[in-house]
């Protein structure tokens, strides 16, 4: 079965650094989000693409947050400067019709030292 | 938006015992609720959903009901094995919006 893949696994930095969460989803899919999951905590949505422009974003995805789709391929979540409260799992997720089942990835372990 | 609530936040059940985990949505308009189960370190993976025009839905020994004027929904796990444990999170969203709302999740420990 396809999978949703994520790099890295794993992500330290500093805080006040740039990341850069890099996603490849499924590819016949059209929709794309990221969660994030501190840790023992929900599942919680930051932002849904489609049509190479954002959808919907929650009140967590503020301006130090951004999504491109640079190629057709990859789905990227940057953190312009990290903070100590960003730490946590980072999911990418994909579906083909939206308001379906979400196949998400492995997920990318931020921590912010 | 979409608010929903999970009960209980655990579960600890003997092997074979059943084991029910139940949520509560605040959209009348949500009709897509699916159900994920993320055993740790690993991915959610969706186990099994249901949409607004059915009111329950089995998948061998896991089965969710849906009752809309209620607007609640139960997960059925029955002849729970080790395997089973896992965190489950319940999830609503709503055509229109496409962005599901997740519970707390529910750490299910089932005990050999």
């Known amino acids: 079965e396809p999978e949703v893949t994520q790099t890295p696994s794993h992500q330290v930095t500093q805080m006040g650094q740039e990341v850069i969460l890099r996603c490849v989803p499924i590819?016949?899919?059209?929709?794309f989000y990221w969660y994030r999951q501190i840790l023992g905590q929900k599942v919680e949505f930051l932002v849904s693409f489609y049509n190479n422009e954002i959808s919907e974003k929650s009140e967590i995805f503020d301006d130090q947050f951004s999504v491109e789709r640079p190629d057709g391929s990859n789905f990227t979540l940057k953190i312009r400067s990290t903070k100590l409260e960003d730490s946590a799992m980072y999911f990418c997720?994909?579906?083909?019709?939206?308001?379906?089942?979400?196949?998400f990835g492995s997920g990318t372990q931020l921590s912010v030292l | 938006g979409e608010n929903v609530e999970q009960h209980p936040s655990t579960l600890s059940v003997q092997e074979g015992d059943s084991a029910v985990i139940k949520c509560t949505y605040s959209d009348s308009a949500s009709n897509y609720f699916p159900w994920y189960k993320q055993e740790l370190g690993k991915r959610p993976q969706l186990i099994i959903d249901?949409?607004?025009?059915?009111g329950e839905k089995k998948d061998q020994r896991i089965a969710v009901t849906l009752n809309k004027t209620a607007k609640h929904f139960s997960l059925h796990i029955t002849e729970t094995q080790p395997e089973d444990s896992a965190v489950y999170f319940c999830a609503a969203s709503a055509r229109g919006s496409y962005i599901p709302t997740f519970g707390r999740g529910t750490s299910l420990i089932v005990h050999p």
């Open positions: 249901i949409r607004s025009n059915v």
């Open positions: 997720a994909s579906n083909d019709r939206g308001y379906e089942k979400l196949f």
């Open positions: 590819s016949n899919h059209l929709y």
